[in-house]
């Protein structure tokens, strides 16, 4: 990925903008811009909630194709790639700067770029990894993946990273969604793992709150090992510099399920990776001496896998 982070700031020139949909995040994403100076026209289906902005100095137009027009540069937050096709219909796109920042997929991404290049314009994909609070605060740690067109970015980035920091993340359109897509993916992952430790001692003479520090100094810890699966990756050694092999992992699993079972708690949530890591090391000679980093590749579905050396 090719690193564009950009702190938050206001522009020299505060160009004009459009935004449909003002939601919460577009609400958020409006009201950023409103304060960096920025004349900002918002259109949303329902009209009552775009009505609190225009005291706040926006411009609401009476229809997406009139807020369309009002600007060359054309931000979309809506519910989903559905709502943004419904939104722009009728819209003349011809000239204009579109950014999606509409929560969607790899596939919805490219498919919107070649839907909105068609319609003569150009076109940039978002992906946001913040919350609405985050938006526009300093030092939130709020930013934004964008991946498409390179020009349209360079042109707009100092107006695209007043809410939130900007990454561009590389020509495909379908890059910000999967960046985005990955890391909540990975979020999801460590939630599961904080229900299942909770429920773990729910039962005991344990204050949540003591435990709550223990829990995030050990995940804080652990994390940086994302850099070895990397490393292994990028180098097809999946034994480089181990330091917990899969056969070890593998026969202490069985002391996580038999404190859940004693704990009165469903491993539910573990048992699929465990599973994947028993059928690792099942599959061939010499996988034991891995570390979990194989697991990545047993993922990959039949008809899809890319050559892997």
Not at 64 to 86: I, K, T
Not at 202 to 216: N, Q, S, T, W, Y
Not at 281 to 301: K, P
Request: hydrophobic fraction near 45%; include cysteine.
């Amino acid at each position: 990925m090719t690193d564009n982070a950009v702190a938050p700031r206001t522009p020299s020139s505060s160009a004009p903008l459009t935004l449909l949909g003002t939601g919460a995040m577009g609400s958020a994403l409006a009201r950023a811009w409103l304060a960096a100076g920025h004349p900002v026209t918002v259109w949303n289906r329902t009209p009552a909630r775009a009505e609190a902005l225009a005291a706040e100095g926006a411009t609401v137009a009476p229809n997406a194709a009139a807020a369309v027009a009002a600007n060359r540069l054309v931000v979309v937050c809506l519910l989903d790639d559905g709502s943004v096709g419904e939104a722009l219909d009728g819209a003349d796109l011809t000239g204009r700067d579109l950014v999606d920042v509409t929560t969607g997929t790899p596939a919805e991404g490219r498919d919107r770029a070649a839907w909105a290049e068609a319609r003569g314009a150009r076109f940039l994909d978002g992906g946001i990894m913040a919350v609405p609070p985050m938006i526009g605060a300093a030092d939130s740690g709020a930013y934004v993946f964008y991946s498409g067109c390179a020009a349209l970015f360079e042109e707009h980035r100092d107006t695209l990273a007043v809410p939130a920091q900007a990454r561009y993340t590389g020509a495909d359109p379908g890059f910000a969604a999967l960046h985005d897509v990955a890391l909540l993916s990975a979020m999801s992952g460590m939630f599961a793992g904080v229900t299942h430790a909770f429920a773990l001692i729910r039962r005991e003479d344990i204050a949540p709150k003591d435990f709550a520090p223990l829990l995030v100094s050990w995940l804080t810890a652990m994390a940086p090992m994302a850099y070895g699966v990397a490393e292994r990756l990028e180098a097809g050694d999946y034994t480089k510099d181990v330091v917990s092999d899969l056969a070890m992992q593998v026969t202490g699993n069985a002391t996580l399920l038999r404190t859940a079972e004693e704990q009165g708690v469903s491993a539910e949530l573990l048992t699929p990776y465990l599973a994947l890591m028993e059928r690792r090391l099942t599959a061939g000679q010499g996988h034991g001496a891995e570390d979990t980093t194989g697991l990545v590749d047993l993922l990959l579905t039949s008809g899809e896998r890319r050559e892997l050396s």
